[in-house]
Structures are given as C-alpha cells and as structure tokens.
C-alpha cells in the first residue's frame, strides 16, 4: 500500500486506462453483455416487480426511458426500475470476480446518462468496460469472504462499477471520482438473506441509482472522506472485517488483461441463480445420452464446490421465485424434461409430481477442488442399481473459457425481448446494439426500444 488513500489510488487506475487501447475481443464481450442486459429487462419489464417499483406519480416524468413500458423518468429513478427489471428474473449475466452481476448494476445509469448527454455508443461501450474493471479489481480485495459472509456483491459491489462508469462517461477528473467511489462506500447495502424474494432484485435496482448518484453528487462538488475505504470503520473494516481483506489486490493488474477478457462475464443459458448451472447441464445431459426416462431414477448426489452449495441453493422450491436459486429443483428439472426454460419458474410448474419426486431424491456433497468451482457431477442412481455419471467442467457460456454460441445469444435475446417488443422491433433493436460501439448517439438505442414496445 502507498500513503495515498485508496479512493485515490482507485481513481489513478481509473483515469489511466485508455480506451483506445483496448482489446477489440473486449469491445464484443460488452456489447454481448449489454445486448444480453438488455434482453433481461425487455423480459422483466413487465413482471409485478417491476410494476411494483414504476411510481410515475411519485417519480414524476423526465428524459429517460424505461425499457419496455413506454414511460419517461428521470435518471435516477430511470436507472432504478431498469435495474430492479433487468434483474428481476435472475437471467442476466454475471462475473467470477464479482461473484455477482456487473451488467445490471452499470448500464442502467450509463443509458440514463447517455440520453441526458447525448451521448455516442462507444462512449457507452468504453464507460461500461472500464466499469467492470473497477468493480471486479474492487471485489478481488474482499471476496470470496465478502460473498461468504452474507453481502450480495452485485450490489454491495458493483455500485462502485456504476459510480466510476457514470464518472468515465460525464469525464470527471480524478478527485471527483474519488469522491464519487466514497460516497459510494455509504450508499453500497444488499444482504443475501433477501435471496428469492422479490427484494433480491430491487438490490440491482438500487445499486444502479446509488451508483449514478454517488457520480451525480461528486460532479456537484460533494466529497467523501478520502479514506472512506480503509478507515478503521470504513468499508473494509465493516464489511468484512479485519484480516479479512487485502486492500493491495485492488491496485494490481489493471486492464493486464481486461476483467472482461479474463476470467470474463458469464451469460446465463437458464434462468436461474448461476451456482446450479454447471449441474443443471450435467442433468441435461443425462437426460438426452444414457438416462432412459426418469421414473428409475431412485437417487441422485450432486457434487460441487461449497462455495457453490450455499443455504440458498440447498433449498426446496416452495414458490416460483426461490425455485430459481433451488439446486434439487432446478436439477430435477433437467432430469425430467431435459430442458430447464422460463416456464419451469412459473408457479403451476412447482406442481409437476415427478419434479417433485426426483427433487426430494437429490443430496449434496462438496468437493475441494477450487480449479473446479463452477464445474458439477451428477451420479444417479436407478432402481436396478446401475450407477450413471456425469461430470460439467464448465457451464456453457462461462466467459471466454466456455463462450455462449452467438447464435444462442440472439435467440435469448429475441426470446427474452417478446414479452415487451414486436419480433421485428426485437430483431432491429439486436442489429443496433451488435453496433452499439458506432452509434453516433446511444439514444438511438433507446428510441428504437420505445418505438418497438407494444
């Protein structure tokens, strides 16, 4: 550590990357991501979530839209019901080093800014590449003990990844952005004891406004205390505590590679919480090779890593929403039919007999293996006693290692996007942003969203 305050420090690092040296395999995984983002909220626009947070009455109307309502808000409040949408389903992508969700957490502010700015693509593309990098060198101080101990990092976390990009995008200098990433330090709150509940997503949703506000502020002239992080009863030291933190991870290898190349972001082919996906595709696999129908099926032991097998997950589905972060549900599924869709969360699938019984089947067992933390076994054990194996490195579509087919990429998209778009809207809103980065206004974007929700 050097004697200048870590918010400097963050800051230096911040100002220092350059976008015109980025990797242009960066440049595709953030319009992947922010597509893919996108997509998310098209689907969760009109869920009761988001009906639940859309107060126009209160907000009251202004520049920004919110995607997939046909209604204009502020930019604060904007970022926020696009940020609880966007998570609402759990289906947006997520980062190892997170250990959360980045995408959700930054791009709500960022196109909020953009149509208040005017804003081109490729300021956008560039504010969200260098946001992921300041949230997933931020988390890489505190996790996985961070993660462990009860925060949900998408929030507690990410909002430093929204207050910087909005920073990048409204070019502050760097003491207003270390400013912007103090306040940020007491704006940052989400615990993962609200997982499977519709609170769950409102974290993103808050994150993304607490974030774009912190920026707000500094740009105003408000300041945080410059040691806001490492104060004895800083973020560091409340959050984690002492002994459980290296301050010093923070500062080293930025952009050496960009977080976004490696490890990478991870888009979620099931709409689900992302610790089961890795069994899930096991179970699918069973299902379409040696499994021969699941009514032999007499036991099944899932085996993965404990940071994956949390109480959360460990959970029966007992409504629709916590069936997304129920590893015996969700593996059942899969067993079953083979296939683990959007309708599988909807409250009549929970009544599905031979889910339920294959569910009540399944154990969990961890391994140690840490090269293996996202990777599954799935041995199921059949009436007759024969014994069937499978193991999942990887999930599809975890980062560059296991990349998502674009091809499957577009069909989520336009899957996702039905609930609020035309086909033909969905289709041309995707062309747009697979060019994001050479839009002479990201506000094109959104007028196409808005000209193509019904």
Request: aromatic content about 6%; glycine content about 8%.
């Amino acid at each position: 550590m050097t004697s200048m305050p870590l918010s400097r420090e963050l800051a230096k690092r911040v100002v220092a990357l350059d976008p015109a040296g980025f990797d242009p395999e960066a440049v595709k995984w953030a319009r992947n991501a922010i597509a893919d983002m996108i997509g998310c909220t098209l689907l969760g626009a009109p869920t009761e979530t988001t009906d639940a947070v859309l107060m126009p009455d209160l907000y009251g109307p202004g520049p920004c839209l919110v995607l997939g309502r046909k209604v204009r808000l502020g930019a604060l409040d904007a970022a926020f019901v696009n940020g609880t949408a966007g998570h609402a389903l759990d289906y947006d992508d997520t980062s190892k080093s997170l250990s959360g969700h980045p995408t959700v957490i930054i791009i709500p502010g960022l196109l909020a800014l953009a149509e208040q700015r005017g804003a081109t693509g490729k300021q956008v593309t560039d504010a969200y590449i260098i946001g992921v990098e300041a949230a997933t060198r931020f988390a890489r101080g505190v996790n996985f003990q961070h993660y462990e101990k009860g925060w949900h990092p998408t929030a507690t976390l990410g909002i430093f990844g929204a207050a910087v990009a909005a920073c990048v995008l409204m070019d502050l200098d760097e003491e207003q952005i270390a400013n912007a990433i103090a306040i940020s330090a007491s704006l940052a709150s989400g615990l993962k004891a609200n997982f499977g509940t519709s609170t769950k997503p409102m974290h993103a949703g808050i994150a993304a406004r607490n974030g774009l506000f912190a920026a707000m502020m500094a740009a105003q002239g408000v300041n945080g205390a410059p040691v806001a992080l490492e104060h004895p009863q800083g973020f560091l030291e409340v959050f984690n505590g002492a002994g459980n933190y290296q301050a010093e991870r923070m500062l080293t290898g930025w952009a050496e590679p960009l977080d976004l190349l490696a490890p990478g972001i991870s888009i979620k082919k099931y709409p689900c919480v992302y610790s089961v996906h890795g069994a899930i595709d096991a179970a699918i696999m069973l299902h379409d090779g040696a499994l021969k129908g699941a009514a032999q099926i007499s036991d099944v032991l899932v085996r993965m890593h404990p940071r994956r097998l949390l109480p959360h997950v460990r959970n029966p589905a007992t409504s629709a929403l916590n069936a997304k972060f129920s590893l015996p549900y969700a593996v059942a599924r899969g067993l079953v039919n083979g296939a683990v869709l959007l309708e599988h969360f909807e409250d009549a699938a929970l009544q599905d007999p031979e889910v339920t019984r294959v569910s009540g089947l399944i154990r969990m067992e961890p391994h140690d293996d840490d090269a293996n933390d996202y990777g599954a076994e799935v041995v199921v054990t059949l009436a007759d006693g024969q014994v069937l194996r499978q193991a999942v490195a990887a999930p599809l579509g975890r980062g560059p290692e296991v990349p998502l087919p674009q091809e499957m990429l577009e069909a989520k998209f336009l899957d996702c996007a039905r609930a609020s778009l035309t086909p033909e809207g969905a289709q041309a809103v995707f062309d747009l942003l697979m060019r994001l980065d050479t839009l002479p206004r990201a506000a094109d974007l959104t007028a196409a969203i808005e000209a193509a929700t019904r």
